[in-house]
T-cell receptor
């Protein structure tokens, strides 16, 4: 079974600064997807960024980028130029890319990191 | 279409009562997932539907839990004889059937068992 671990329960950052959220995972599969989701208070979870394991290039989405280290099974999220609207709970998640499995599409989440942005 | 819709948003019930939650996925999505999220934790997978077929159930889903997705449209999650440990946020997500399709989440139903 796959596991996802986020070792930082809480992080804080000053507005306009950069912050990095950590995530490690464990799997025996070679083909999978990794995600970062944002869950603002009392609002639905939204996808921030995703990474396909077969791609060596790190994914970027505007101010959000990842550092994907497949051998180390590490997947960190960097938020640049932090904004007040970035304050939320962030979840790292894993999804198998095994087309033959019935668990197709199921997400395994980490425990989450609460990000506070100070003005 | 405004996304995944869940009803009710909040539910308070007495221990031992039955509750039912509803999820309306994005209309063209054939995959539907239920997750449970306890306070301060990440969501945990409960069950998954492809169209009307329930293809996987987590061990977290005890016999008191049942989920349906008639006609492959909306889904319901019923909890019988609720216990205080059932208090959590119940999240629904849907996606297209492609292997790399994105899952879209609803706002969840927060259940409090008193």
């Amino acid at each position: 079974a796959q596991t996802v671990t986020q070792s930082q329960p809480e992080m804080s950052v000053q507005e306009a600064e950069t912050v990095t959220l950590s995530c490690t995972y464990d799997t025996s599969e070679s083909d999978y997807y990794l995600f970062w989701y944002k869950q603002p208070p009392s609002r639905q979870m939204i996808l921030v960024i995703r990474q396909e394991a077969y791609k060596q290039q790190n994914a970027t989405e505007n101010r959000f980028s990842v550092n994907f280290q497949k051998a180390a099974k590490s997947f960190s999220l960097k938020i640049s130029d932090s904004q007040l609207g970035d304050a939320a709970m962030y979840f790292c998640a894993y999804r198998s890319a095994n087309a033959g499995g019935t668990s197709y599409g199921k997400l395994t989440f980490g425990q989450g990191t609460i990000l506070t942005v100070h003005p | 279409d405004t996304g995944v819709s869940q009803d009710p948003r909040h539910k308070i019930t007495k221990r031992g009562q039955n509750v039912t939650f509803r999820c309306d996925p994005i209309s063209e999505h054939n995959r539907l997932y239920w997750y449970r999220q306890t306070l301060g934790q990440g969501p945990e997978f409960l069950t998954y539907f492809q169209n009307e077929a329930q293809l996987e159930k987590s061990r977290l889903l005890s016999d008191r839990f049942s989920a349906e997705r008639p006609k492959g449209s909306f889904s319901t999650l019923e909890i019988q004889r609720t216990e205080q440990g059932d208090s959590a946020m119940y999240l629904c997500a849907s996606s297209l059937g492609g292997y790399d399709s994105e899952a879209f989440f609803g706002q969840g139903t927060r259940l409090t068992v008193v």
